[in-house]
């Protein structure tokens, strides 16, 4: 396929990471990954003003999930990926499941809840609107695992083995909008299981892992198929530029290969999470019982002692 719609060189030489990684803006993404971190500053600075505090971990996290998406989207990563079924690869598995784990963790919609002003009495702000639409049905629907975990999987087999993917290459307008895609279905897929910002769908910690686990696989699945193919898979990448000085084929089982391995990055990552979480939930809990406990004087303990004097007392 002939890429010259995006503007893109023809004559790219040979791959390697040093050239992949030079500066090569995508403006969309670059506007996009200004303003997300812009935005962010300004609200964890608004509650600074005010008093209040706000993780400095959190603030990592997004800013390092944002320059993940700048990494992928705004280097020659990006000029290689659309010629390339590997460097492709590599910048959907990361804006897929790398970067939307990390903006997760950065807690941005907290960090809008507590910094929007609250609204006057019987008016509606951003931040009001913001809840309306944590509670609406529509964001119960596309947090459900019945829709997030199909929704994931088919971003790989429906898109891939598809005419759907090349005719989204086929312009710059729709490569931009598969990477989005791509970003949206991550950050919707592991939202519910992160749980740090507030959401319509909150499983227990063990369901999240379930959750987790159901989707996984299918992304080692999509890879090992890649792998064994005898033949090109995608059109997009069937007949790569000779300067490049690549094997279509080897190339593809490349791709495999990385999305196969990748998909074990955010599973280590979100159990790390996950078992950080639970552990200070309990904790939390645990707290929560004994400070129950100073103010009744444990009435609990004595009731279920008392229980226990009567069973003996039956016994006897």
């Known amino acids: 396929m002939d890429h010259s719609g995006h503007g893109m060189n023809m004559d790219l030489p040979p791959f390697t990471l040093g050239r992949g ?23 964890v600075l608004r509650l600074r003003r005010r008093g209040d505090s706000w993780p400095v971990g959190r603030t990592v996290f997004f800013v390092v999930g944002v320059l993940s998406i700048a990494l992928v989207m705004c280097t020659k ?11 492709h690869m590599v910048q959907h598995m ?3 499941m ?49 829709f997030t975990i199909p929704m994931f999987i088919a971003s790989l087999y429906a898109l891939y083995f598809t005419p759907l993917f090349d005719f989204l290459m086929g312009s710059k307008t729709g490569h931009i909008a598969m990477m989005v895609h791509f970003l949206a279905v991550g950050l919707v897929f592991f939202w519910p299981i992160m749980g740090v910002d507030p959401g319509p769908h909150r499983p227990g910690y063990v369901m999240r892992m379930l959750e ?50 990748f998909s074990e990055i955010p599973s280590v990552l979100v159990l790390i999470a996950l078992v950080y979480q639970w552990y200070h939930s309990e904790q939390r809990t645990a707290k929560r019982s004994d400070r129950a406990a100073d103010r009744d004087g444990d009435q609990e303990l004595e009731a279920y002692n008392a229980y226990l004097a009567s069973l003996q007392a039956r016994g006897q």
């Open 21 to 43: 990684l030079q500066f090569s803006a995508e403006p969309f993404f670059l506007i996009g990954c200004v303003l997300a971190i812009g935005l962010y500053a300004y609200a």
């Open 77 to 87: 990563l990006n000029d290689y990926g659309m010629v390339m079924f590997s460097v």
């Open 94 to 96: 990361v804006i897929s």
């Open 98 to 146: 790398l970067s939307p784990i990390l903006l997760l963790l950065g807690a941005p919609v907290t960090l809008a809840l507590r910094a929007l002003p609250v609204a006057g009495r019987g008016r509606t702000g951003p931040r009001e609107l913001l809840l309306k639409l944590l509670h609406s049905r529509y964001m119960r629907v596309i947090t459900h695992p019945a």
């Open 212 to 261: 987790l686990f159901a989707g996984m696989p299918f992304h080692a699945f999509f890879g090992i198929a890649l792998m064994m193919a005898s033949t090109p898979m995608v059109g997009t990448y069937q007949h790569p530029p000779a300067s490049l000085g690549i094997d279509a084929l080897s190339d593809q089982s490349w791709a495999g290969g990385i999305a196969w391995a």
